[in-house]
């Protein structure tokens, strides 16, 4: 069984900068596809990045694009999202998954198998 444990979330004014960190136990982390998906109060929750296990392709949401990076150190087990330019609108709890699907990138939530508890980033204006 696969434990997905997220930190780094916060609050931070518009424009600031975080960097999320997902570390993983208990499976072979360089073989998952892992993402970063985001839920806001009464929203459905979505993909913001992710990356794959296979040749380590990023993928991202448009609207995060050019702000967000996502990035992963197979040696520490570790998914890191570093967020720059925060916009109010990037408020939400965001949460680490993985895929078995290494050489795949779902947008979908189905497409993960494990799932992190989830990190609060407030973005205030």
């Known amino acids: 069984q696969v434990q997905l444990v997220e930190s780094g979330g916060g609050v931070v004014q518009a424009g600031g900068s975080l960097r999320l960190s997902c570390t993983a136990s208990?499976?072979?982390?360089?073989?998952?596809?892992m993402a970063w998906f985001r839920q806001a109060p009464g929203k459905e929750r979505e993909f913001a990045a992710g990356?794959?296990?296979?040749?380590?392709?990023?993928y991202y949401l448009d609207s995060v694009k050019g702000r967000f990076t996502i990035s992963r150190d197979n040696a520490k087990n570790t998914v890191y999202l570093q967020m720059n330019r925060l916009k109010p609108e990037d408020t939400a709890v965001y949460f680490c998954?993985?895929?078995?699907?290494?050489?795949?990138?779902?947008?979908?939530?189905?497409?993960?198998?494990?799932w992190g508890q989830g990190t609060q980033v407030t973005v205030s204006s």
């Open positions: 208990g499976g072979t982390f360089s073989s998952y596809t």
């Open positions: 998954a993985a895929s078995k699907y290494s050489s795949a990138v779902f947008r979908g939530v189905t497409g993960y198998n494990y």
């Open positions: 990356i794959s296990g296979t040749l380590g392709t990023p």
